[in-house]
Each structure stands twice: as structure tokens, then as C-alpha cells.
Antibody, heavy 117, light 109 residues
């Protein structure tokens, strides 16, 4: 069974760094792209970027380029989304999702990130 | 890359049909046959309902159908049921990246 399990909720202060994770299981982790999607409170889905763990090829939405870093560790089948300096506006639910051809077929349960002073 | 345009809300009575539109540009919807639709219930992760414009994965009722004309894609839900009440998002491939629509809240009256 394909599963994406994300790390738990985080509460951080502005300026803090953060790295959240998404662990894949039940499939060949290196053979599928993993994407990240933001959902701000009460708002819609926003595509942030995507990584191919097989060769670490990474693409970013222009809206998120330079704001976050996407990475992966194939030894533990885990993808990451990280910030070097959080802002209050980064408060959101973050989902990882597996890309299959041109859709996102399996989704993680989401990681809620709260940034507040 | 701007978000695709969806109506903020639609509604229908049980048994009726509703259609949700999703308008983009020739750089996304109009340029590729890779539109997918996602259903999201409150507090839950999205679930894909339609892919490649009109294909339906196993397990999704045939009440859900998708189509595309030019730069606009559509999701039609026929025979509305109470459990269809949710937010729906379109998504299109746009050449090395993806773009979502703003989402549509479906209310079953």
C-alpha cells in the first residue's frame, strides 16, 4: 500500500528555521516525483515545487523560488521542505503528494506549520 | 504563473447535476491535456477524482466526469449526493510546473 507520512505539527517563531518531512512507503521512492502544496488557513491549494528523488532534479513555482528548499534522502525514502527564516505568512498546512504521470495520486496527511511571536 | 480561475461556490439539490469550470491560458489548460480535479473534505487531504482531463480512476463514481474546451476545463457531477459536498480544485500541468485553481465550494442543498 502506497503511503506518504508527514512529520507532525510545528509551532515556530518568526526568523526560525524549519525542515518538515514526508516519508514514502509501499512503492519505489526513487521512481516518482514528490511535490509540495501549501494551503493557507481557509484558502486554496498552491503548488510549491517538486523533486525527483532518483536524481534530485527539483523544480519550483516562481512564487516559492528562493523562499523554500526541497530536498530528498533516498536512503530513508524521505522528502523534505525547509525554510531558513520563517515569516508569519508561512503559517499554513503543507501537503506532500506523489506525482504519477501528470497528476498527484497519493497525498500525505499534511503538516500544520504555525509561525507566531 | 497565475492560479486557474474557478467559481467560488456552486450548489445543487440531491439528484441534480452541477458543473464547475476552470479557466486558464494557452500555457496551461489550453496547451496540455493534463488537467486533474481534486476533492477535499474539511480537515482532510485532497483526493484525485479526474485526471488527464476526463479519465476517472477506479473507485471514483461514474457520476464524476471531466471535459475541456480551449483554455477551460470542466468537472460535472451528476446525481448529486450529500457526500459530494466538499471543495473542488482543478490542476493543470504548465510545462515543468503545475498550477491549481482557487477552489470551488460545492454545497448540496
Amino acid at each position: 500500500e502506497v503511503q506518504l507520512v508527514q512529520s507532525g505539527a510545528e509551532v515556530k517563531k518568526p526568523g526560525d528555521s524549519l525542515k518538515i518531512s514526508c516519508k514514502g512507503s509501499g512503492y519505489s521512492f526513487t521512481s516518482y516525483w514528490i511535490g509540495w502544496v501549501r494551503q493557507m488557513p481557509g484558502k486554496g491549494l498552491e503548488w510549491m515545487g517538486i523533486i525527483y528523488p532518483g536524481d534530485s532534479d527539483t523544480r519550483y513555482s516562481p512564487s516559492f523560488q528562493g523562499q523554500v528548499t526541497i530536498s530528498a534522502d533516498t536512503s530513508i525514502s524521505t522528502a523534505y521542505l525547509q525554510w531558513s527564516s520563517l515569516k508569519a505568512s508561512d503559517t499554513a498546512m503543507y501537503y506532500c503528494a506523489r506525482r504519477s504521470n501528470y497528476l498527484f495520486d497519493y497525498w500525505g496527511q499534511g503538516t500544520l506549520v504555525t509561525v507566531s511571536s | 504563473q497565475s492560479a486557474l480561475t474557478q467559481p467560488r461556490s456552486v450548489s445543487g439539490s440531491p439528484g441534480q447535476s452541477v458543473t464547475i469550470s476552470c479557466t486558464g491560458t494557452s500555457s496551461d489548460i489550453g496547451g496540455y491535456n493534463y488537467v486533474s480535479w481534486y476533492q477535499q473534505h474539511p480537515g482532510k487531504a485532497p483526493k484525485f477524482m479526474i485526471y488527464d482531463v476526463s479519465k476517472r480512476p477506479s473507485g471514483v463514481p461514474d457520476r464524476f466526469s471531466g471535459s475541456k474546451s480551449g483554455n477551460t476545463a470542466s468537472l460535472t457531477i451528476s446525481g448529486l449526493q450529500a457526500e459530494d459536498e466538499a471543495d473542488y480544485y482543478c490542476c493543470s500541468y504548465a510545462g515543468s510546473l503545475w498550477v491549481f485553481g482557487g477552489g470551488t465550494k460545492l454545497t448540496v442543498l
